[in-house]
């Protein structure tokens, strides 16, 4: 195999999660006697560019064209976040109403929403079927596409080109980069601007984030890598904002080589990058160590509970979590069950462990005495919600970085 970006086989694997099936493939009642296919879940990193990356890449039509269960506005903090990724966008741009701005991988529409409060002219574009429906609702036109040099010619046809073109938790999903700048070059006007925002690896690897690998993140993003991978393109990195959503993301604003100046903070970002260490092997495996340990603790930590005869359950049900569940091997015979929000998962079942999906309400209904969060990015605020379900006795535990438990 070789890396995404610079094509060497120079790749070193610092970490095996072992085999887990895709992270989003809840199971409906009627499909549970159908065997689960499990994948390899390995990263590796270039040790030539700094890429970090999975070993192994599931078919996007396996991932995406099934009833992805990801709805993007389920969380008050995370519905905020678009709202004030699209202001802040549209200030230092300084777009015009009437710009376009497109979103890849749209979802409902979220970001294009807030685009749109800003006077945009929004177009998205997103794979999966049912998602796209829900953002045609909302009233935004959603192309029911992968994003690839059509999609991108048919836009510029119907719209014109576009001032800013955004990708939220895509960039790292994309086997072909290579091919998704290209269309994005086609896309963009001549001053226009690409911003892509992923989990950011430095991060990942600080706070034993761990359980944000799944198949669907191909590539785990730091800014070195960036650099020469755009320039290959013709394009240049001219900004680097780092922020706390998914356990701590950065965002990237990519133009035409040449069209926007250069802030200092990129080689900044890189400069501490070094510093950190995180592209050598100590570092690396050091890491790994810890994810080995995190397992070791949390499955103590639940299996004493339960010979001590204690309830256990889920509380939401991120792809993230299914990391977690498979790699620690938790199962139905630790969580009774996993409450969730979103209407697409409830009634389904854990990919893998099989753990019944029900609806938030269950947790008081039922009152447990732990409760594994398995959303720890958004903590705070499962925590205040369910502040019912604490003042009856019931205690939390939030397993990364390390497993605690919260009265
Ligand atoms: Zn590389």
Known sequence: MNCRMCSSTRLYKFLDL????????FRRKDQLREADVYYPLQVM???????AQLSYVVSPEVLYRNDYPYESS???TGRQHWADFAASVVKRLSLSPGDLAVDIGSNVGVLLGAFRD???????????????????????????????????????????????????NVFAHVDDLDALIESVKLLLNERGVFIFEAPYFVNLLKHNEYDTIYHEHLSYLSAKPLVPFFAKHGM??????????????????????????VSKDVNGVIAEEDRLGIYTRETLDRFADGVRKNKRDLTWLLQSLKHEGKRIVGVSAPAKGMTLLNYCRIDNDVLDFVTEKSKLKIGRHTPGAHIPVVPDSELLAQQPDYALLLAWNFAEEIMRNLDAFRRKGGKFIVPIPSPRIVE
């Open 74 to 76: 389920t969380t008050q």
């Open 236 to 261: 240049e990195v001219f900004h680097i904002e780092q922020n706390d959503i998914h356990g701590g993301s950065f965002r990237v604003f990519v133009a035409r080589k040449g069209q926007r100046s």
């Open 18 to 25: 072992g085999f887990t099936p895709p992270a989003d493939q």
């Open 118 to 168: 800003n006077g945009m002219r929004v177009q998205g574009v997103d794979p999966a079927a049912n998602i796209v429906m829900i953002a045609r609702e909302n009233g935004i036109d959603t192309m029911c596409e992968f994003f690839n040099e059509d999609a991108a010619r048919q836009i510029v046809a119907e719209k014109g080109s576009a001032s800013a073109i955004t990708a939220t």
């Open 45 to 51: 990193m270039c040790e030539d560019c700094g890429l």
